[in-house]
C-alpha cells in the first residue's frame, strides 16, 4: 500500500469514528432527562435531645429555607442531588444561614420494582451545633 493511500485510510477511519460519536451523543442526550427545581418557605422543626432515655433537652429551627434538587434520568437509572439551607433574618433584607442539609442518591427503577441508595447529611454554621447524617439501602416494591 503506498502512504497515501493508508493516510487517506486513517482519516476515512477517524471521520467515521467522529460520525459514530456524534450519532451517540446526540441519541444520549435525546434519552437522558434532566431535572431541576428550587423551592423556598417557611419551616417550623423542632428536635429532642435524650440521653439514657432522659430528655436533655431540644433544638428549635423555625426559619425559611432555600431547596435546590437536581437529577439526571436515564433509562430506569437516575442520580440525584438535594441541597437545602435553612435562614435566620438578621433583618429585613438581611438573612443569615444556620443549617445546611445535602443529600445524593442513586436509584434504578423498572415497573414497580425500585432498588436506591441515598446519602443525607445535615450540619450547623452557628456556634450551637447540630449535626445528623444517614446512609440508606433499599428496596421498594409497589403492591398496588
Not at 23 to 28: A, D, G, K, Q
Amino acid at each position: 500500500m503506498s502512504v497515501i493511500f493508508q493516510a487517506q485510510m486513517k482519516v476515512k477511519v477517524m471521520t467515521y469514528r467522529i460520525i459514530i460519536l456524534l450519532f451517540l451523543t446526540v441519541s444520549l442526550s435525546a434519552q437522558i432527562k434532566p431535572h431541576i427545581v428550587f423551592e423556598t418557605g417557611y419551616e417550623d422543626r423542632s428536635m429532642g435531645v435524650y440521653v439514657d432515655n432522659e430528655f436533655d433537652g431540644s433544638y428549635h429551627l423555625s426559619s425559611l429555607y432555600s431547596k435546590l434538587e437536581m437529577s439526571v434520568k436515564y433509562k430506569g437509572f437516575s442520580i440525584y442531588s438535594h441541597n437545602k439551607t435553612s435562614y435566620i433574618p438578621e433583618n429585613v433584607y438581611a438573612y443569615n444561614p444556620k443549617q445546611v442539609e445535602f443529600t445524593i442518591g442513586s436509584e434504578y427503577e423498572r415497573k414497580s420494582f425500585k432498588i436506591y441508595y441515598e446519602h443525607f447529611c445535615s450540619h450547623s454554621i452557628e456556634m450551637l451545633y447540630m449535626s445528623d447524617s444517614y446512609d440508606r439501602i433499599g428496596i421498594r416494591i409497589k403492591i398496588l
